[in-house]
């Protein structure tokens, strides 16, 4: 290519290609599950999106402007244009290469070993106890051995196939009977099952791992907390932002191995928080907290129901606000809600919340989101549920709005939210700058709830009936 050429078709060709580049990473990005969201709430993102885009549309056209008209330009004009479409060529390719390789989680590699952790399952065995599943990760490929069961009673199972994920389904539990297990030769684990009448369960949202402002400390002192035998916990729930940037396998592996403190022999059940599924974030969410084999009876690994007895959880898939309430999730709760009995004891939970005082944040208003509390609150009205759980706000607090109990517990180790500008009509107790848990107590009609700082001290308690 002579110098002619050259200096016509080269910088035409880096401008329209960094174009293409952009236009690529920003059709992928919204391809993705938690994008709308994250454009639609986020002003800081929403802005560098606009940006970019803005940025790629002014290349295309600068790039094809150049090659249209460099017959018509001067020598001087032609150095000035061909230098300003190379010069800002290099940041139009390497900006959305990177942005790719580091969102798609590219950089950071594959989970690698994570410890033991008890899974619960959306199924019943024949004595009404969900069943449970313990799954772990291995770095290489690897057949294991599982052996569970009773005193009397082991059963051996074995993987057919080499592996990286592991799951091996415990069924048929039986209420208040105590269990072991144990992988290949490793450590003995030990977890006893629950009644169907009475139920203690540790809530908490928003650990934030692998954010470095979190506070993994009172994050690690809270599990230990529900995992010490005499406390007597059932269960786990954690309800979104388990992690920071959900598409780094390096913060799941991280989050997994800490958690295990409680969740080898706590059993565990998550929900999706919009830092878990941000962008190629949600298949780690899907591949490690949520497997299909846990999933069997609502067919979806984002929103399900968990039963024990007449105590029924309802699983949302709330991120952002309410991008992620589809049509088919808001069929699937009210067909749940429908069929549960009027008396049994309905609790739902997720990550995103409704009613709620707080600040405005990046150019959003976070309390009393309107947007979630429109489509969902009258359903929780009409059909009698007890209480609905969420985190996304970093805070803890306790709200109460036509029947309906709110909690909020966004304080598991994130960085605090800034100090509530607005009080919701709804709120009852509010404490910023706390970090800690809900202690859940269900004994047939009564439910009492403890707010919990991570020392363990009680905050704030309410009794609810049925
Ligand atoms: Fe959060
Ligand atoms: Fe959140």
Not at 396 to 408: A, C, P
Not at 420 to 435: F, I, M, V
Request: charged share 15%.
């Amino acid at each position: 290519m002579n110098t002619f050429k050259a200096k016509k078709f080269v910088p035409s060709i880096l401008a329209i290609l960094a174009a293409i580049c952009i236009t690529i990473f920003i059709i992928w990005a919204f391809s993705l599950h938690g994008t709308g969201g994250l454009f639609h709430v986020n002003g800081l993102f929403r802005l560098l999106f606009q940006i970019l885009g803005c940025f790629g549309i002014a290349l295309a056209i600068m790039g094809t402007g150049y090659l249209l008209f460099y017959s018509r330009l001067k020598r001087s004009a032609i150095n000035i244009l061909a230098a300003l479409l190379i010069t800002c060529s290099v940041p139009g390719l390497l900006v959305p290469t990177f942005a790719y390789l580091y969102t798609s989680g590219s950089f950071s590699g594959g989970i690698g070993d994570t410890s033991p952790q008890l899974l619960i399952s959306d199924k019943c065995g024949c004595y009404g106890i969900p069943d449970l599943a313990l799954t772990f990760n291995s770095a290489q490929a690897s057949y294991n051995t599982l052996v569970w069961g009773t005193a009397e009673n082991l059963v051996t199972i074995r993987e057919d196939k080499a592996l990286r994920q592991h799951i091996f389904i415990m069924s048929d539990l039986e209420p208040l009977t105590n269990y072991s297990y144990r992988v290949n030769d490793g450590i003995v684990y030990n977890f006893t099952t629950p009644s169907d009448t009475s139920l203690r369960i540790a809530i908490g949202s928003d650990a934030h791992f692998g954010a470095g402002d979190n506070r993994m400390d009172l994050t690690t002192a809270m599990l230990q907390i529900i995992a010490e035998p005499n406390n007597k916990f059932d269960y786990m729930f954690m309800l979104g932002d388990l992690i920071e940037y959900g598409f780094n396998a390096n913060q799941w592996a991280e989050a997994f191995n800490t958690v295990s403190l409680t969740s080898s022999s706590i059993p565990i059940r998550y929900a999706l928080g919009n830092h878990d599924s941000i962008f190629a974030g949600l298949n780690n969410y899907k591949n490690f907290a949520s497997p299909k084999e846990i999933n069997t009876v609502s067919g979806s690994q984002l929103w399900y129901r968990i039963d024990i007895g007449s105590i029924h959880f309802l699983f949302l898939d709330i991120e952002w606000s309410a991008e992620s309430y589809t049509a088919a999730q808001a069929a699937w709760l009210e067909s749940q809600l429908q069929e549960i009995p009027r008396n049994d004891w309905k609790i739902v939970l997720g990550h995103g919340y409704y009613f709620s005082s707080g600040a405005t944040q990046t150019c959003r208003d976070w309390f009393d989101n309107l947007e979630t509390i429109t489509p969902l609150t009258p359903l929780f009205e009409k059909y009698g549920v007890d209480l609905v759980f969420s985190g996304h706000n970093h805070h803890m607090e306790l709200l109460q709005n036509n029947g309906v109990t709110y909690v909020i517990c966004g304080a598991f180790g994130g960085a605090h939210d800034h100090i509530r500008t607005y009080t919701s009509p709804t709120s009852l107790w509010y404490q910023q700058a706390q970090y800690g848990f809900v202690d859940v107590n269900i004994d047939s009609h009564q439910c009492s709830l403890f707010f919990r700082d991570s020392d363990n001290l009680i905050l704030n308690t309410i009794t609810i009936w049925k």
